[in-house]
């Protein structure tokens, strides 16, 4: 697998983001198995793990099968594209011993072109990679990590400050290429002029606080400043991991909310039977095997 990071916008098409990315190995580990990848309308973070180079080859697997897709049309569109990758690690593991076990986090936004209603933004997630919302000098974590410290957060048994340094604070539950089937976060957000994104691997959110990062996107308004700023802020603490973030400014859309009440509606899809994926059904036969399980989170 390649070394570059993926970037394929295409200037003739108009954007609704201007994007701004960086990325770096740290100060200890040896080799960067965070991807990341840029379309015209959608960007992706990927986080691997795995021995003998399997982290990065999950990872870029992850970003190449979401930027190599058109224009979506529905956020069950953008969640079957990260079941596809999902099962695209599974089987390179099976062809390569070496590769027996990789894994990676994936979280993605892209526009998304319904029929039915206004150009909105979809955004995925599974694992601890994060996605932010930067909006009226507030900072929003839309995403909810799928860690071990995040589910003993919402049971009550750590608090947020005691999670910083809990032994276990590296236990995912939940990534692409581990488990046989797996559950999708899913949101769809309204497009506002102004809004910025922030996607990022946890070597950022491990190493800088919410308050920090909140600054830095305040005060450096050009994206690929700020995501170069983040990057650096995260290597003057101790950049014991892979960082790794993507800034993006809504260039389009609405000018402002019809509310100051910022809610986040969260779908939970998995394929019912996911073993049909591997039976050489089309997407949207895939899609119909989606359910959903609607929640809310407000900030």
């Given at each position: 697998m390649s070394n570059k990071h993926i970037n394929t916008q295409n200037?003739?098409?108009?954007s609704v983001f201007k994007c701004g990315a960086a990325t770096h190995v740290g100060n200890?580990?040896?080799?960067n198995q965070d991807k990341y990848g840029l379309t015209t309308n959608l960007m992706a973070v990927a986080d691997g793990m795995g021995g003998h180079n399997g982290g990065e080859v999950a990872a870029e697997i992850a970003v190449t099968t979401l930027t190599a897709s058109s224009r979506l049309q529905s956020i069950n569109e953008f969640a079957y594209l990260?079941?596809?990758a999902h099962h695209l690690i599974q089987a390179r593991a099976q062809e390569n011993i070496n590769l027996d076990g990789m894994g990676t986090t994936l979280c993605a936004l892209s526009e998304i072109n319904t029929k039915e209603t206004s150009k909105r933004i979809g955004a995925v997630n599974v694992g601890d990679s994060r996605i932010y919302l930067f909006t009226n000098n507030v900072l929003h974590q839309v995403s909810i990590d799928h860690s071990l410290v995040q589910e003993l957060i919402d049971t009550g048994k750590i608090s947020k400050i005691e999670a910083k340094s809990h032994p276990h604070r590296n236990v995912i539950t939940r990534s692409?290429?581990?488990?046989p089937i797996i559950e999708v976060d899913a949101w769809e957000i309204d497009l506002i002029i102004g809004d910025r994104y922030l996607l990022c691997s946890d070597g950022l959110t491990n190493e800088i606080s919410d308050m920090e990062i909140a600054e830095i996107l305040s005060t450096k308004s050009d994206p690929q400043q700020a995501a170069d700023q983040l990057i650096h802020s995260a290597l003057e603490n101790e950049g014991l991991d892979?960082?790794?973030?993507?800034?993006a400014d809504v260039l389009s859309g609405k000018e402002k909310r019809n509310?100051?009440?910022?809610?986040?509606?969260?779908?939970?899809?998995?394929?019912?039977?996911?073993?049909?994926?591997?039976?050489?059904?089309t997407p949207n036969a895939l899609i119909s095997l989606v359910e959903k399980i609607t929640k809310s989170r407000t900030t």
């Open positions: 200037e003739s098409q108009p200890v580990r040896i080799s990260v079941q596809k692409l290429g581990h488990q892979n960082v790794t973030a993507i800034v509310s100051s009440y910022i809610q986040f509606d969260v779908q939970t899809l998995s394929p019912e039977e996911d073993k049909k994926f591997s039976e050489g059904k």
